[in-house]
């Protein structure tokens, strides 16, 4: 007998805004193991969550099988599984882009430059909101997808992805857009690792002979890229010399996005 479920279970339907047990310790689950900073054990899921041992193993099976997490064999341990960061790959980011648009706009009110959000989706970025300086033309990115291996923001997200994800996502031809687009995968690799060590990334006329910018990517609690910032503007505005202030600057605005993310 299954002492742990509720006694109507079985005759009636949940009420509005009512949780359904099962649902909801799966959910409880999946959020315990996406929020833990390294794999995690039954055993410490099961703490966290106040759960016992075998409701745990039963609802970590079935969130396996659908690929919503997955179990290293060797360690026993889960972390989140590709289904589950498919699905969020497919989220709506208009939520989060209202949350943080005021940061975006202050931001470009203090550089007098473009400040752009960008998502993932699928396997690519897609600018989901963009602000600009007061009085300061600037073409519209919104809804536009970007090369990863030209962009700043592209070559961010990179640097976070983990080397397998990144071999997915990149075409095996890495197409030249300017004379200064790197379209050898040594030297992009070996930019990515810099990424890594500075913190943000650059695009000096990689995409555009004309655009510079900078990126810094907003990492969740297992240093995945969940979103991207992107300060850019004509190269005449966002020269070289700026460049270490305004990445400064997108990583000062990637770190309060995450605050208001969590």
Known sequence: MNTERSHGEHTRPA???EAVQSVDRAVRLLKAVSSSAEPVTIWELARRC???RTTVWRLLSTLELHGLVERNPDTQRYHVGYEAIQIAAAADYDGLARRVRPMLERTAAATG???????AHRFSLVYVDQADPPSVPAPNWIGRSLPLHATSSGKVFLAWLPEAERDAVLPPHLEAYTDRTITDRALLDQELAEI???????????LEDHSNGVSAAVLNRMKRPVVVVNVWGPAGR?????????????????HEISLAHE
């Open 15 to 17: 009420a509005a805004g």
């Open 50 to 52: 106040n759960l016992n």
């Open 113 to 119: 430059e473009s400040v752009t959000l960008a998502a």
């Open 196 to 206: 890594r060590v500075r913190g943000y990334s650059t695009c000096l006329g990689e």
């Open 238 to 254: 966002v020269t070289r010399a700026r460049i270490p202030t305004l990445g400064r600057t997108a990583l000062s605005l990637a």
